[in-house]
Nanobody, 120 residues
Framework: QVQLVESGGGLVQPGGSLRLSCAAS????????MRWYRQAPGKQRELVAT???????NYVDSVKGRFTISRDNAKKTVALQMNSLKPEDTAVYYC??????????????WGQGTQVTVSS
């Protein structure tokens, strides 16, 4: 069984910064792409950032230049550094990863989500 556990959410003022972390644990052979999604109230879940196993990254336009995704393959973690936060960044943020736990190909796993609130 594979688990993804996020941490680092909270309340921050506009213009502030937060760093989200996600740790994968369990029976893991390989981790492929890792991603951060977010879901604001009344909206669909949105892909925010992706990082491949070799470190290639991609971002949704609304966070480019403000957010940075990174990973530590040895520690099986992924992080999202969020700077210059705006009220519209308020959402529950979810970690997602494609994990091969049985040497049968990758399966997608989700974390439980962490709340980020940007408000003065």
């Amino acid at each position: 069984q594979v688990q993804l556990v996020e941490s680092g959410g909270g309340l921050v003022q506009p213009g502030g910064s937060l760093r989200l972390s996600c740790a994968a644990s369990g029976s893991i052979f390989s981790i492929y792409d890792m991603r951060w999604y977010r879901q604001a109230p009344g909206k669909q879940r949105e892909l925010v950032a992706t990082i491949t196993s070799i470190g290639s990254t991609n971002y949704v336009d609304s966070v480019k230049g403000r957010f940075t995704i990174s990973r530590d393959n040895a520690k099986k973690t992924v992080a999202l550094q969020m700077n210059s936060l705006k009220p519209e960044d308020t959402a529950v943020y979810y970690c997602n990863a494609d994990v091969d736990s049985r040497r049968m190909g990758p399966v997608g796993y989700w974390g439980q989500g962490t709340q980020v609130t940007v408000s003065s």
